[in-house]
Protein backbone atom coordinates (compact mmCIF):
# COMPACT_ATOMS: atom_id res chain seq x y z
CA UNK A 1 0.00 0.00 0.00
CA UNK A 2 1.02 3.62 -0.51
CA UNK A 3 3.29 5.52 1.80
CA UNK A 4 1.78 8.82 2.10
CA UNK A 5 -1.02 10.34 0.37
CA UNK A 6 1.04 11.89 -2.66
CA UNK A 7 1.86 8.09 -4.00
CA UNK A 8 -2.00 7.40 -3.82
CA UNK A 9 -1.83 6.91 -7.98
CA UNK A 10 0.06 3.69 -7.39
CA UNK A 11 -3.37 2.67 -6.05
CA UNK A 12 -5.61 3.71 -8.27
CA UNK A 13 -4.04 4.39 -11.50
CA UNK A 14 -2.40 0.53 -11.74
CA UNK A 15 -6.27 -0.82 -10.76
CA UNK A 16 -7.88 1.60 -13.73
CA UNK A 17 -5.31 0.76 -16.53
CA UNK A 18 -5.36 -2.76 -15.31
CA UNK A 19 -9.53 -3.14 -15.29
CA UNK A 20 -9.40 -1.27 -18.83
CA UNK A 21 -7.77 -4.30 -20.18
CA UNK A 22 -9.50 -6.55 -18.69
CA UNK A 23 -12.24 -4.62 -20.56
CA UNK A 24 -10.25 -4.60 -23.98
CA UNK A 25 -10.05 -8.64 -23.56
CA UNK A 26 -13.86 -8.68 -22.83
CA UNK A 27 -14.92 -6.22 -25.37
CA UNK A 28 -12.56 -5.29 -27.76
CA UNK A 29 -10.35 -2.98 -29.33
CA UNK A 30 -12.70 -0.14 -30.23
CA UNK A 31 -14.63 -0.32 -26.86
CA UNK A 32 -10.83 0.07 -25.29
CA UNK A 33 -10.25 3.15 -27.44
CA UNK A 34 -13.62 4.93 -26.97
CA UNK A 35 -13.30 4.57 -22.99
CA UNK A 36 -9.39 5.90 -23.45
CA UNK A 37 -10.62 8.66 -25.07
CA UNK A 38 -12.98 9.55 -22.31
CA UNK A 39 -9.73 9.14 -19.95
CA UNK A 40 -8.34 11.30 -22.07
CA UNK A 41 -10.66 14.41 -21.94
CA UNK A 42 -11.27 13.78 -18.10
CA UNK A 43 -7.15 14.76 -17.83
CA UNK A 44 -7.05 17.30 -20.35
CA UNK A 45 -9.96 18.89 -17.96
CA UNK A 46 -7.63 18.65 -15.00
CA UNK A 47 -4.84 20.25 -16.75
CA UNK A 48 -7.22 23.32 -17.70
CA UNK A 49 -7.87 23.95 -14.09
CA UNK A 50 -4.08 23.46 -12.52
CA UNK A 51 -0.63 22.09 -13.18
CA UNK A 52 -0.31 19.75 -10.38
CA UNK A 53 1.26 16.43 -10.72
CA UNK A 54 -0.13 13.07 -10.53
CA UNK A 55 2.09 12.38 -7.86
CA UNK A 56 0.60 15.16 -5.17
CA UNK A 57 -1.21 14.82 -2.56
CA UNK A 58 -3.97 16.96 -3.74
CA UNK A 59 -3.64 15.69 -7.51
CA UNK A 60 -7.19 15.29 -8.02
CA UNK A 61 -9.75 11.98 -9.02
CA UNK A 62 -8.75 12.85 -12.84
CA UNK A 63 -5.09 12.90 -11.83
CA UNK A 64 -4.86 9.59 -10.16
CA UNK A 65 -7.53 7.49 -11.72
CA UNK A 66 -7.66 8.26 -15.97
CA UNK A 67 -4.20 10.42 -16.27
CA UNK A 68 -2.34 7.82 -14.20
CA UNK A 69 -3.74 5.01 -16.18
CA UNK A 70 -2.93 6.59 -19.27
CA UNK A 71 0.18 7.62 -18.40
CA UNK A 72 0.98 3.76 -16.78
CA UNK A 73 0.17 2.74 -20.74
CA UNK A 74 2.47 5.36 -21.98
CA UNK A 75 5.41 4.02 -19.75
CA UNK A 76 4.64 0.04 -21.43
CA UNK A 77 5.05 1.71 -24.80
CA UNK A 78 8.07 3.19 -23.89
CA UNK A 79 9.98 0.10 -22.51
CA UNK A 80 7.57 -2.57 -24.09
CA UNK A 81 4.69 -4.48 -22.81
CA UNK A 82 6.93 -7.53 -21.87
CA UNK A 83 9.39 -5.49 -19.96
CA UNK A 84 6.98 -3.99 -18.36
CA UNK A 85 5.06 -6.76 -17.15
CA UNK A 86 8.63 -8.06 -15.21
CA UNK A 87 9.59 -4.96 -13.70
CA UNK A 88 5.70 -4.73 -12.23
CA UNK A 89 6.05 -8.43 -11.03
CA UNK A 90 9.35 -7.72 -9.49
CA UNK A 91 7.85 -4.86 -7.69
CA UNK A 92 4.91 -6.57 -6.29
CA UNK A 93 6.95 -9.69 -5.00
CA UNK A 94 9.58 -7.21 -3.82
CA UNK A 95 7.42 -4.73 -1.70
CA UNK A 96 4.47 -7.56 -1.35
CA UNK A 97 2.68 -6.28 2.29
CA UNK A 98 4.89 -3.31 2.18
CA UNK A 99 4.31 0.98 2.45
CA UNK A 100 5.94 1.90 -1.04
CA UNK A 101 6.29 5.47 -2.80
CA UNK A 102 7.07 6.46 -6.10
CA UNK A 103 10.39 5.88 -6.29
CA UNK A 104 9.79 1.94 -5.17
CA UNK A 105 8.45 1.89 -8.64
CA UNK A 106 11.07 4.01 -10.32
CA UNK A 107 14.02 1.93 -8.78
CA UNK A 108 12.31 -0.92 -10.44
CA UNK A 109 13.06 -0.55 -13.88
CA UNK A 110 16.80 -0.25 -13.11
CA UNK A 111 16.58 -3.04 -10.87
CA UNK A 112 14.84 -5.36 -13.53
CA UNK A 113 15.60 -3.43 -16.87
CA UNK A 114 18.85 -1.84 -15.43
CA UNK A 115 16.96 1.62 -17.46
CA UNK A 116 17.38 5.24 -16.49
CA UNK A 117 14.13 6.81 -16.63
CA UNK A 118 14.27 10.15 -14.90
CA UNK A 119 13.19 11.86 -17.66
CA UNK A 120 9.83 9.85 -17.50
CA UNK A 121 8.95 10.02 -14.55
CA UNK A 122 10.18 13.64 -13.93
CA UNK A 123 7.99 15.02 -16.63
CA UNK A 124 5.11 12.67 -16.76
CA UNK A 125 4.73 11.78 -12.90
CA UNK A 126 6.35 14.61 -10.82
CA UNK A 127 5.38 17.25 -12.60
CA UNK A 128 2.05 18.68 -14.41
CA UNK A 129 0.99 19.88 -17.80
CA UNK A 130 0.03 18.49 -21.41
CA UNK A 131 2.12 18.65 -24.09
CA UNK A 132 0.27 20.92 -26.94
CA UNK A 133 1.73 19.75 -30.60
CA UNK A 134 0.98 21.58 -33.56
CA UNK A 135 1.87 19.75 -36.65
CA UNK A 136 2.89 20.96 -40.42
CA UNK A 137 4.21 19.10 -43.05
CA UNK A 138 5.41 19.77 -46.92
CA UNK A 139 7.28 17.25 -49.19
CA UNK A 140 10.50 18.80 -50.50
CA UNK A 141 11.68 18.66 -53.92
CA UNK A 142 13.80 15.01 -52.75
CA UNK A 143 10.54 13.70 -52.28
CA UNK A 144 11.12 13.80 -48.50
CA UNK A 145 8.11 14.37 -46.65
CA UNK A 146 9.58 16.80 -43.85
CA UNK A 147 6.64 16.61 -40.56
CA UNK A 148 7.71 19.47 -38.29
CA UNK A 149 6.21 19.21 -34.65
CA UNK A 150 6.19 21.98 -32.07
CA UNK A 151 5.53 21.99 -28.75
CA UNK A 152 3.34 25.19 -28.27
CA UNK A 153 2.53 24.97 -24.63
CA UNK A 154 2.98 27.55 -21.73
CA UNK A 155 5.92 26.13 -20.22
CA UNK A 156 7.59 27.44 -16.55
CA UNK A 157 9.33 26.18 -13.37
CA UNK A 158 6.38 23.85 -13.32
CA UNK A 159 5.73 22.59 -16.85
CA UNK A 160 8.57 22.53 -19.31
CA UNK A 161 8.83 20.57 -22.80
CA UNK A 162 7.46 17.03 -23.15
CA UNK A 163 10.60 13.87 -24.17
CA UNK A 164 7.97 10.99 -26.20
CA UNK A 165 8.38 8.51 -28.76
CA UNK A 166 5.86 9.41 -31.20
CA UNK A 167 3.99 7.11 -34.26
CA UNK A 168 3.48 8.78 -36.99
CA UNK A 169 1.62 6.79 -40.26
CA UNK A 170 1.80 8.40 -44.06
CA UNK A 171 -1.23 6.62 -45.86
CA UNK A 172 -1.44 7.22 -49.64
CA UNK A 173 -4.25 7.28 -51.77
CA UNK A 174 -3.28 3.66 -53.18
CA UNK A 175 -4.26 2.10 -50.02
CA UNK A 176 -0.54 1.60 -48.91
CA UNK A 177 1.53 3.41 -45.92
CA UNK A 178 4.70 4.13 -44.22
CA UNK A 179 5.47 4.23 -40.83
CA UNK A 180 7.56 6.14 -38.67
CA UNK A 181 8.55 5.78 -34.93
CA UNK A 182 10.85 8.68 -33.10
CA UNK A 183 11.18 10.80 -30.56
CA UNK A 184 9.89 14.10 -29.94
CA UNK A 185 11.27 16.92 -27.92
CA UNK A 186 11.83 20.23 -27.03
CA UNK A 187 10.24 23.41 -29.01
CA UNK A 188 10.60 21.83 -32.27
CA UNK A 189 11.24 18.46 -33.66
CA UNK A 190 11.59 17.25 -37.40
CA UNK A 191 10.70 14.17 -39.03
CA UNK A 192 11.71 12.90 -41.73
CA UNK A 193 10.79 10.01 -44.09
CA UNK A 194 11.49 9.41 -48.42
CA UNK A 195 7.97 9.03 -49.88
CA UNK A 196 8.09 7.46 -53.08
CA UNK A 197 8.15 9.44 -55.92
CA UNK A 198 4.48 8.27 -57.31
CA UNK A 199 2.60 8.11 -54.55
CA UNK A 200 0.68 10.81 -53.32
CA UNK A 201 -0.60 11.69 -49.68
CA UNK A 202 -4.09 10.85 -48.61
CA UNK A 203 -3.11 11.70 -44.43
CA UNK A 204 -1.31 11.91 -42.36
CA UNK A 205 -1.87 10.25 -38.60
CA UNK A 206 -0.14 11.85 -35.91
CA UNK A 207 -0.27 9.38 -32.77
CA UNK A 208 -2.77 7.24 -34.93
CA UNK A 209 -4.13 5.29 -31.91
CA UNK A 210 -4.45 8.38 -29.54
CA UNK A 211 -2.11 6.71 -26.76
CA UNK A 212 -0.28 10.20 -25.50
CA UNK A 213 -1.74 12.76 -22.58
CA UNK A 214 -1.49 15.60 -25.30
CA UNK A 215 -3.36 18.68 -27.05
CA UNK A 216 -2.66 18.36 -30.99
CA UNK A 217 -3.07 21.27 -33.79
CA UNK A 218 -2.79 19.95 -36.82
CA UNK A 219 -4.77 22.25 -39.46
CA UNK A 220 -5.70 19.69 -42.47
CA UNK A 221 -8.53 20.71 -44.95
CA UNK A 222 -12.17 18.96 -45.01
CA UNK A 223 -11.07 16.36 -47.71
CA UNK A 224 -8.13 15.32 -45.59
CA UNK A 225 -10.13 14.86 -42.94
CA UNK A 226 -12.84 13.41 -44.70
CA UNK A 227 -10.43 10.57 -46.33
CA UNK A 228 -9.39 10.15 -43.10
CA UNK A 229 -12.48 9.66 -40.79
CA UNK A 230 -13.49 7.05 -43.76
CA UNK A 231 -10.60 4.92 -44.17
CA UNK A 232 -8.45 5.31 -40.96
CA UNK A 233 -7.52 1.89 -39.54
CA UNK A 234 -8.39 2.76 -36.08
CA UNK A 235 -11.56 3.98 -35.15
CA UNK A 236 -10.14 6.86 -32.56
CA UNK A 237 -8.68 8.35 -35.52
CA UNK A 238 -11.91 8.21 -37.58
CA UNK A 239 -13.61 10.18 -34.71
CA UNK A 240 -10.97 12.50 -34.31
CA UNK A 241 -11.01 13.66 -38.20
CA UNK A 242 -14.97 14.12 -37.63
CA UNK A 243 -14.28 16.12 -34.58
CA UNK A 244 -11.85 18.64 -36.50
CA UNK A 245 -14.43 19.11 -38.89
CA UNK A 246 -16.49 21.28 -36.19
CA UNK A 247 -14.66 24.40 -36.91
CA UNK A 248 -14.33 24.35 -40.49
CA UNK A 249 -16.65 26.43 -42.92
CA UNK A 250 -16.73 24.67 -46.71
CA UNK A 251 -19.37 24.00 -48.87
CA UNK A 252 -17.61 20.47 -49.39
CA UNK A 253 -18.27 19.92 -45.49
CA UNK A 254 -21.79 18.60 -45.28
CA UNK A 255 -20.92 16.19 -48.47
CA UNK A 256 -18.30 15.04 -46.36
CA UNK A 257 -20.22 14.31 -43.06
CA UNK A 258 -23.29 12.60 -45.48
CA UNK A 259 -20.86 10.42 -46.86
CA UNK A 260 -19.08 9.61 -43.30
CA UNK A 261 -22.25 8.63 -41.85
CA UNK A 262 -23.01 6.63 -44.07
CA UNK A 263 -19.43 4.49 -44.58
CA UNK A 264 -18.85 5.14 -40.48
CA UNK A 265 -18.60 1.14 -38.98
CA UNK A 266 -18.69 2.70 -35.32
CA UNK A 267 -21.76 4.73 -33.32
CA UNK A 268 -19.31 6.96 -31.97
CA UNK A 269 -18.48 8.20 -35.56
CA UNK A 270 -22.11 8.11 -36.32
CA UNK A 271 -23.11 10.29 -33.50
CA UNK A 272 -20.25 13.01 -33.97
CA UNK A 273 -21.27 13.19 -37.79
CA UNK A 274 -24.96 13.63 -37.34
CA UNK A 275 -24.50 16.17 -34.41
CA UNK A 276 -23.01 17.98 -36.60
CA UNK A 277 -25.49 17.44 -39.76
CA UNK A 278 -28.06 18.89 -37.32
CA UNK A 279 -26.68 22.09 -38.15
CA UNK A 280 -27.96 22.13 -41.45
CA UNK A 281 -31.38 23.43 -42.57
CA UNK A 282 -33.65 20.40 -42.18
CA UNK A 283 -34.41 19.76 -46.11
CA UNK A 284 -30.33 19.42 -46.52
CA UNK A 285 -29.93 16.09 -44.05
CA UNK A 286 -33.44 15.02 -43.70
CA UNK A 287 -32.36 11.49 -45.58
CA UNK A 288 -29.87 11.41 -43.19
CA UNK A 289 -31.46 12.07 -40.22
CA UNK A 290 -34.09 9.22 -41.35
CA UNK A 291 -31.19 6.51 -41.09
CA UNK A 292 -30.58 8.53 -37.84
CA UNK A 293 -33.83 7.46 -36.00
CA UNK A 294 -33.57 3.26 -37.39
CA UNK A 295 -29.88 2.90 -36.75
CA UNK A 296 -28.73 -0.10 -34.97
CA UNK A 297 -27.05 1.60 -31.81
CA UNK A 298 -29.46 3.65 -29.04
CA UNK A 299 -26.92 6.64 -29.25
CA UNK A 300 -26.67 7.09 -32.57
CA UNK A 301 -30.69 7.57 -32.57
CA UNK A 302 -30.72 9.63 -29.37
CA UNK A 303 -28.57 12.41 -31.03
CA UNK A 304 -31.53 12.86 -33.34
CA UNK A 305 -33.63 13.06 -31.17
CA UNK A 306 -32.12 14.78 -28.84
CA UNK A 307 -31.15 17.54 -31.27
CA UNK A 308 -33.95 18.06 -33.62
CA UNK A 309 -35.74 20.90 -33.07
CA UNK A 310 -39.51 21.96 -33.42
CA UNK A 311 -38.54 23.59 -37.26
CA UNK A 312 -36.76 20.53 -38.42
CA UNK A 313 -39.57 18.43 -36.94
CA UNK A 314 -42.25 20.35 -38.82
CA UNK A 315 -40.51 20.52 -42.18
CA UNK A 316 -39.65 16.56 -41.60
CA UNK A 317 -43.24 15.73 -41.47
CA UNK A 318 -44.13 15.66 -44.82
CA UNK A 319 -40.80 13.42 -45.64
CA UNK A 320 -42.08 10.81 -43.37
CA UNK A 321 -39.84 11.29 -40.58
CA UNK A 322 -41.26 10.07 -37.41
CA UNK A 323 -42.72 13.34 -34.88
CA UNK A 324 -39.83 13.17 -31.73
CA UNK A 325 -41.07 12.34 -28.45
Known amino acids: TLNSDEHAWLHESFATHYGRLAERHLYGQQY ?68 VTTHDFYMAFQEVLGR ?12 GGVPHYRINYQVSE ?12 ETNDLVGYFRMPVELEVHFRDGSRQTLRNAVRGASTTLSITKPEDKKIAYILFDPENRIVKRETFEQ ?9 MKAPYMIARYDAVKKLRGKASTAKLEALRAIYTAADHHLVRQEALKQLTQYPAE ?10 TADHHEVRRVVLKQLDDTIDRKSGSAGMPRPT
Open 116 to 127: NLDWFFDQWIKR
Open 142 to 153: ASKLLIQVEQIH
Open 221 to 229: PVKVLKAKA
Open 284 to 293: EVIPVLRKGL
Open 32 to 99: YQRIREQQLQRALSAAEKNTRPIQHTQAGTNRIYPKGALVLGMLKDVVGMEAFDRVVTHFLKKHAYSN
